[in-house]
């Protein structure tokens, strides 16, 4: 099992910044992939962006490519999202995601471990 917390959401302007952390626990974090996700009002989950083991691998969604930042700290069992220049488009629950694999995916049924999300608002 993996248990995953999410953190660091809130109300921002837009062009503001949010680092969004995701803690994991209940297993080895050097050997599991995390990814980010995140769900609008009315939406469908949309893949946000992921990152390998190893941290060396990274692939993230054309929207949020060049603003977003995922990160790992495997000494802290923490994965982060950095969110730059943030838009109301942004505005979402944003959900970390696991999986057991080295290989990274941006598919939701790919990953077997979800945190129960973070609202994140962005709002002039």
């Known amino acids: 099992q993996v248990q995953l917390v999410e953190s660091g959401g809130g109300l921002v302007q837009p062009g503001d910044s949010l680092r969004l952390s995701c803690a994991v626990s209940?297993?080895?974090?050097?050997?599991?992939?995390v990814g980010w996700f995140r769900q609008a009002p009315g939406k469908d989950r949309e893949f946000v962006a992921t990152?390998?083991?190893?941290?060396?691998?990274?692939d993230y969604a054309d929207s949020v490519k060049g603003r977003f930042t995922i990160s790992r700290d495997n000494a802290k069992n923490t994965v982060y999202l950095q969110m730059n220049s943030l838009q109301p488009e942004d505005t979402a629950v944003y959900y970390c995601?696991?999986?057991?694999?080295?290989?990274?995916?941006?598919?939701?049924?790919?990953?077997?471990?979800w945190g129960q999300g973070t609202q994140v608002t962005v709002s002039s």
């Open positions: 995601a696991a999986r057991t694999s080295f290989i990274v995916r941006s598919r939701g049924h790919e990953y077997d471990y």
């Open positions: 209940g297993r080895t974090f050097s050997s599991v992939t």
């Open positions: 990152i390998s083991p190893s941290g060396i691998t990274t």
